[in-house]
């Protein structure tokens, strides 16, 4: 695996995934220590927990009811942290969890599909939604915070970094409207912003958000982003510039140090990820 991603689609630094088994990562460190891969990144849980069979970075949750559904998610992030400073990746990204609410995400894509964007149920069923998160959300916010204190803690310790991807859906913890003020309360220089094009675009294509104007006020907190590019309204992991994301625009509104990690769907050939690196060296420099 780490081979291929190297010589075939020649990628110099590495993120491992949430769907990396434990039984994989004796052979990454040997590989590691050898001086043939170096790494970006660590996505959250990774290693995946034994006891979960297939790749599910959401299979604990900080925002959980259950005090031991959310020691389990803070224990296995521990691991991930510390496999992240055994392999000398600077940082972890996380996804934090969700409020318990009807998903609505999928259901406005749909009416969308069918041709119903802005018809009078897709925005009843939207505000909706919202209403509804803002009354019932600051209870799992807190829980997420008190989650995410241990957390900051336990990576300072291994001088490790510690970032928060933006979600896909509405549901998901945090919204747009909520990471500025949880970064803002959390006060750690090693806690910052993981930018996903894919998601954001979504959100956009789905009325939540200007990606534009979001990352205008959250660029300077992001410490990388996961590429992709989305065809409305939400077919996402499409290789660069193939899709409706405004690349040009929206990357020069990132720090010139982000890191930028490919995150494409498994059916991308090694030609098509190949040439969009190329395009995108050509256009940025990066």
């Known amino acids: 695996m780490l081979r291929e991603i190297k010589t075939e689609l020649e990628f110099d630094l ?3 995934g949430h769907g990396i088994r434990l039984s994989l ?11 043939k891969v ?6 959250n849980f990774c290693p995946l927990p034994v006891e979960v069979m297939v790749a599910s970075p959401d299979c604990y949750k900080f925002s959980a009811v259950s005090s031991e559904e959310r020691e389990r998610a ?5 691991q991930t942290i510390d496999f992240a ?22 259901r406005l894509i749909a009416l969308a599909k069918a041709g119903r964007y802005l018809s009078r149920k897709y925005v009843r069923l939207k505000i909706g939604a919202v ?49 500025p003020g949880l970064l803002e309360e959390m006060n750690s ?30 660029g300077p907190r992001a410490f990388g982003c996961h590429v992709q590019d989305c065809i409305w309204p939400a077919k996402d992991h499409e290789v660069p510039f193939t899709g409706d994301v405004n690349f040009e625009k929206l990357v020069p509104l990132l720090p010139t140090n982000c890191l930028f990690v490919w995150e494409m769907s498994p059916n991308k050939t090694a030609d098509a990820i190949r040439q969009s690196v190329r395009r995108w060296k050509e256009r940025f420099g990066v």
Request: aromatic share 8%; net charge positive; hydrophobic share 40%.
């Open 189 to 218: 220089a090693p806690l910052g912003y993981w930018h996903d094009f894919g998601h954001s675009q979504i959100k956009e294509n789905l009325g939540f958000l200007d990606h534009a104007e979001w990352l205008r006020a959250i």
């Open 25 to 35: 990562m004796p052979g990454i460190q040997k590989m590691f220590d050898a001086g």
């Open 14 to 16: 590495i993120e491992l």
């Open 85 to 106: 400073a055994r392999l000398n990746a600077p940082f972890v990204v996380l996804h934090l969890g969700e409020v318990n609410m009807l998903p609505i995400t999928d």
């Open 131 to 179: 209403q509804k998160r803002e009354r019932i959300a600051p209870a799992y916010l807190q829980r997420v915070k008190d989650c995410l204190r241990r957390v900051i803690e336990h990576a300072a310790s291994k001088k490790v970094r510690i970032a928060l991807e933006s979600r896909r859906g509405y549901e998901e913890i945090p919204t747009e409207r909520e990471l």
């Open 74 to 78: 803070v224990k296995q992030t521990f």
């Open 38 to 43: 170096r790494f970006t990144s660590l996505h």
